[in-house]
């Protein structure tokens, strides 16, 4: 026989519990760290959160905070799995007697696997920190809204720690799909559920347009909501491998705490916090920052003053050829949403906060709520929103540009065409609501009875057609100066004829009267926004103006000549050009340039037929559903 | 039963009156045996109840009755067991793995659940039961990539992890080739100067290469217990040929020489031969077997 036992040298006294799980969880985040289906995570989350960012052009850290959550979905998809994977490891590779007979109880086990696997939270922070970082290089105004920020990462947290919970009861391959399915199933059932439970969904965009200071997500109440989820999710882990105390007080705190944040959350604001949100909405003057620039006072929500240098820099473009005694003092002001149903979208349809708004909506004054809408008249405020989407600085030059040359903006429309002058007057006089048209969304029907015109900042303007007149080319180049997506959307209508082509992105919008073919206009603002958001995403300046194709025309001939020279010549001759007498025809001889194409022939080059319009329109490819006509005529801006 | 001649001073693992049953099938039917140090092997046919013996040795199972006493200590009890199993290592019949794992990081992640808390400690383990079963130059390889002699040598190096005093190692040679398992033998032979090893096999030639006890189990009891000596001593006389098959002999097979080689029931001026251990296992089963018929013929009125 060998030697016996107790001549073997005294083993050394075995480690801490704790010190076992901490080993365990270091190995075990290192095998997830390399796992495929992290790399995929991450990689997919970093594709989601940027492509948010695509189309924006001057992003809100505080309100592209809430991207965070959706953004994270497909790491914490695959944490889940992950997760799934390491707790059912030991049991799809049959080393279950190998585990069973090392010293390592299993409550060691699953401890050192839920927090091992838990270093998809910090990956979370990384691609948060990593995302904060682009949205602010990206000319971001603002902070972050930190709490916000922390939901991505806590909802990573809990679905891997779900995962391990699943893999721990039920260890087979396709149980990570079923918690994967519920988790998923969760967050739809609640992202749109009516009423209260609609903050208890994983994640929610609050504010797709930007506004954080109309936050209402009780998002302090939701952390602990998630948190206290992902507690008792660890608890009823631990509790696979008996019932011993410390998982029954997780599962008990985690309960708690998830019910009471929960409830919380779900609590609808107070009257003061809806008195704010509105008053925020209606009477913005109380809150704004004034920063001066040369010729222009800009008055803006607190946090966004990031924008103005940007804003600045296109409006300046516009009104550096003019000449200093015919430059424009200009007013640039941000405004929220301005319709309730707009703000009511905002905080999301049946919140307790959309409902709350949509209650006390009536007391909101209309010509509040028509201020809000803008565009009035040149000498109104240049309105600007809380999202900048791509278009914002075409939109700011055009407004600037309009205003420099003397010509009014687009009255205010609904339903697509403008309201005539008769509609004007009679709100204008009594202050009731529109005996057509708007009905739908015309804000004085959700806003009660209106209140009467007040008056010192209404009336409403009328459109006018300025077609053919000097001024209107004069107004399309300065604004394509300072927004080289407006000059490639003239380039491409002067190729291809208004309707064909790409503005920013998409088909400019057609509109036409079938009565007289001279009034078929390009609308530039085809994606300036309308389509962007799908509604108004943003305020103020949403219709900024119409051009027709031979102002479009001639202002992409102006762009192809030398700048310098076609600055100079417009200062010298400034008076002359933005006279209302001026017609186009002394800027073409002025500058050489080539008669535009008569109206058939623009169609011709839209590809319809001018002698079967409404035929050709239904079948116009490139902008279904985009094409409307135009019934009404203006009278000639004067 | 309690083994005949068991004179081990340091009884590493007790099992007294021991059984286990899976449904209906009786696994292990009232086993008692004490194990000391060197090598003890058990033979049996499929189904004897060895890995069921191993495994509730190992802390795998637990007996439905009966007492074990390993190491000292009572497995029954959760902080005994842990020290049990503080000083076991167990390789198991069919070992799995975690096969997107390298060797070095199996064998590392086995280290962990045996409390090895200390990284460079528990490395320089590693590293030592990889060299001690010959896995160096295959150490960073992924255990997918492995030959089945190479996985049955990582699931031995697993068991190594911490130098137990108790290895209990299940079928360890089953699947090798002659080369492999004469390795296999080696190793397991320099383990055996200093802990108690616990193996089963099929293989009678490694169990009398390697073990110095031997325990033949045969429908979950203990037939035989003694040396590898004892179990050959057992058909001594026993073995015999002829040219001719005998039909009253239970165990017999033809040779590569063209005679049969019958074990038992010599007649009268039989050629006896030099009895192996093999002859002496199947002596045993044989003889078991027909107690077991025995058993179930109908009792006689």
Known sequence: MTAGIAERPQRQAPPSTGSVWASLSRREARLVLRHPLTLVGVLASCYLLWSFNRDVLLPHLGAYSTYVGLGLAPLAGAGLLVGHLVASRAHRHDTLEIEETAPAVQRSRILGRLVGVLVTVPIAVVVVVAYVVYVYLQGAAGTPAVRELLVGPLVVGLATIAGVAMGTWLPNRFSGFLALGALAGIQIAFQDAEGTRHWLAWWHTVLWYGAPDLWVRPTGAHLAYLAGIALMVAGVAMLRHGVRPMPLMAVATGVALALAGGIVQARPPSDARTDELLARVTDPASHWVTIERPSVTYRVHPGYERWIDSWDAAVQRVLAPLPPSARPVLEV???????????????????????????????VSAPRAIAAEGNLDGAWPIQVGTSAYIGQHARLAIAAATRAVGLPLLPVETQGRPYTEEEIASFNRTGEDLAEGGVEWWPGRELGEPAPVAGDRIPLSLACDAEGQAREVVAAWLAATASPDLAATYADIRAHGPGYGNAFGEDPIVMYSPDNDTTLQVVMWSSLGWRQGGGYGDVGESWSVLASPTATDLAAQLLELPQEDVATAVAVRWGEWTDPATRVQAIIRAFGLEAPPRPEQWLLRAGLDPGDFAASVAAYPHTPGEVETLDQRYPVCS | MTIEGNTVPDVACRVTDLSKRFGSTVALDHVTSSIGGGVTGFLGPNGAGKSTLLRIVATVLAPDTGTVTLLGRDPSKAGERVEIRRRLGYMPQEPGFHRGFTVFEFIDYVAILKEMTDRKARHDEVRRV?????????????????????????????????????????????????????????????????????????????????????????HGRVVFG??????????????????????LVRVAWRTGEGHYRHIGGVPHGATTIEPTIEDGYLLLIGAAAAINDLRQQPHPR
């Open chain 1, 333 to 363: 002001e941000q405004w929220h949403p301005p319709y309730l149903s707009q703000l009511e979208e905002e905080l999301g349809y049946s919140t307790p906060e959309g409902q709350a708004v949509q209650e006390r909506g009536g007391e």
């Open chain 2, 130 to 218: 990889i060299d001690q079963v010959e896995l160096g130059p295959v150490a960073h390889k992924r255990i997918r990539a492995l030959s089945g002699g190479m996985r049955r040598r990582v699931a031995l190096a697993q068991a190594l992890i911490g130098d137990p005093e108790l290895l209990v190692l299940d079928e360890p040679t089953a699947g090798l080739d002659p080369e492999q398992r004469l390795r296999f033998r080696d190793t397991i032979s320099r383990l055996a100067e200093d802990r108690t090893v616990l193996l089963s096999s099929h293989q009678t030639d490694d169990i009398a290469a390697l073990c110095n006890r031997v325990l033949v189990m045969d």
């Open chain 2, 226 to 247: 003694g040396t590898p000596r004892q179990l050959i001593d057992t058909a001594a006389r026993q073995v015999w040929i002829a040219p001719e098959r005998d039909p």
